[in-house]
Structures are given as C-alpha cells and as structure tokens.
C-alpha cells in the first residue's frame, strides 16, 4: 500500500487537478475543467492513505452509489490509471464521449428488406429517423440500440 505522501505526490503530478483542503486534515482533487457537474476527482484524501477517486461510469472499476472507489489498497500504476481514466471522463471529449456512443453521434441501420433508419444523437436525446421522419426517441443510446434490434435492424454503415 502507497503512503499518503507517496498518494499525494502522484496526484499532485497531474497539472489538471487543483488541492482543496478539508476537514480532518484531508484533501480533494478537484478538475476545474470539468464539463459536467462533477469536479472532485480525489475525494478525502486522509493522511493515513485512505481516499476515493470518482470512476462512475468508468469500465473495470465498482463505485460506490456516489461514484466513488476507495484507493486504499491501489498501487502506484491503478492509482495513475483511475485518475487518467476520471479526468478524461470529465473533460468536454469524455462527457461527449459517454453521451454519444464513443464519440459517434449518427449511425444507419438497415434489414434484410434493405430498408434503413438513421440514429441521431441531438439534444442530448437519442433520435430514429425514416428518411425525414422521426420514428422514435429515447434517453440513451442503449435504449436506441435495443429498439432497433428488436425491428430488426442492425448498424450498416455511418
């Protein structure tokens, strides 16, 4: 298990994170170039090496229900990886990232009667198209997915 300072002088070598001190002589990380609402990255950072880092929504990691995974027990390189992997999820490319399906906003889907739908990603809402007419709205792409799946399409190309 690292030290706090050990845990300390690896956060504190990444240059997005700014230090917020707390109570009880802990400290948070905190992402001012967030694009969501979300800014700490390092949440309780506690002199006896104890501390969260925000992965909710980030493959391999469980968080707890607010977001966080304890980095108690972390090495020198997952510590690295947690903290590359929540900044990126914050910044502008990764909170684009997370709305649309990996960065694609649009796709055509197509079935065996060689009929086509396009998916759309607009206002922050998943959006199935007919040519000009909308057939359906859903709140992520998953739900988009699953409906057009269940029509019987599947992706053709974007």
């Known amino acids: 298990m690292l030290d706090y300072r050990k845990k300390l002088s690896i ?9 917020k001190e707390v109570s009880l002589g802990r400290v948070n990380f905190q992402y001012t170039g967030s694009a969501a609402e979300k800014k700490n990255v ?31 027990d972390f090495s ?15 910044s ?18 197509i079935n065996d009667r060689r ?14 198209y007919a ?3 909308l057939d359906g709205t859903f709140r992520t792409y998953k739900e988009a997915k699953e409906y057009l799946i269940e029509e019987g399409f599947h992706p053709g190309h974007s």
């Open 115 to 128: 009929q086509t739908l396009e998916i759309v990603f607009e206002h922050d809402l998943w959006n199935v």
């Open 11 to 19: 956060i504190e070598s990444f240059p997005e994170l700014e230090k």
């Open 92 to 109: 502008p490319e990764g909170v684009y990232e997370s709305h649309t399906a990996g960065g694609v906003d649009h796709e055509i889907w």
């Open 42 to 72: 390092v949440y309780h950072l506690h002199p006896n090496g104890n501390g969260y880092v925000y992965a909710k929504g980030l493959e391999d990691y469980e968080p707890d229900k607010k977001g966080m995974v304890n980095i108690r």
């Open 131 to 133: 040519g000009d007419l």
């Open 76 to 90: 020198e390189e997952e510590l690295r990886a947690i903290i590359r992997k929540s900044i990126h999820m914050l």
